[in-house]
Nanobody
Framework: QVHLRESGGGSVQAGGSLTLSCVPS????????LGWFRQAPGKEREGVAA???????TYAYSVKGRFTISKDISKNALYLQMNDLKPEDTAMYYC???????????????????WGQGTQVTVSS
């Protein structure tokens, strides 16, 4: 059975930084599609960053240059480094895992079938 556990959320002021962590059980970060999503109240869940099995990284336009997705195979962990946070980044952030067939966007939810419970990020102005 696969479980994804996120941590690292919190409350920060605009311009601050946070690093989210995701530690899966029953699944290795060595392969497959890994991603971070977020969902703000009243909005749809959106893809933020994806780490493809071949090593390519994809970011949503709104976070490009500010967020960095990475993984540590030795720790079997996925990370999301978030810098220069803005109030509009406030959301519940989810770690997800799946497989991408190579067409369409790796940030689309359709490729992901394992999801974590989420960790809340709140950015105040």
């Amino acid at each position: 059975q696969v479980h994804l556990r996120e941590s690292g959320g919190g409350s920060v002021q605009a311009g601050g930084s946070l690093t989210l962590s995701c530690v899966p059980s029953g699944l290795t970060v060595k392969s497959g599609l890994l991603g971070w999503f977020r969902q703000a109240p009243g909005k749809e869940r959106e893809g933020v960053a994806a780490y493809e099995s071949h090593g390519d990284l994809t970011y949503a336009y709104s976070v490009k240059g500010r967020f960095t997705i990475s993984k540590d195979i030795s720790k079997n962990a996925l990370y999301l480094q978030m810098n220069d946070l803005k109030p509009e980044d406030t959301a519940m952030y989810y770690c997800a895992a799946g497989d991408w067939v190579g067409h369409g966007s790796p940030l689309s939810r359709i490729w992901y079938y394992y999801w974590g419970q989420g960790t809340q990020v709140t950015v105040s102005s």
